[in-house]
């Protein structure tokens, strides 16, 4: 099969990514790896590389104004 997500989908860690972790995209429960250092669990993230054997993503800027 192929990846689980699609780049550019955005979704919210279920776990600490340090760096691989857990995260929700949807109804879908995908295990993930952080691009780059520690992302906290219910931050918002975005797929930014996925194939078949990782999802890489990255924080997401929230789109509400919040600097966070």
């Known amino acids: 099969g ?3 997500v699609t780049t550019g989908e955005s979704g919210t860690t279920l ?3 340090r760096p691989a972790g857990r995260a929700m995209f949807g ?3 995908v295990d ?4 780059a250092g520690f ?3 219910g931050e918002p993230v ?3 590389e996925a194939n ?3 999802v890489v993503v990255t924080r997401s800027k929230r789109t509400d104004g ?3």
């Open 2 to 4: 192929g990846a689980p």
């Open 15 to 17: 776990t600490p990514l």
């Open 27 to 29: 109804e879908r429960m």
């Open 32 to 35: 993930v790896v952080a691009e």
């Open 39 to 41: 992302i906290g669990s």
């Open 46 to 48: 975005r797929v930014i």
């Open 52 to 54: 078949a054997f990782r």
């Open 66 to 68: 919040e600097n966070a």
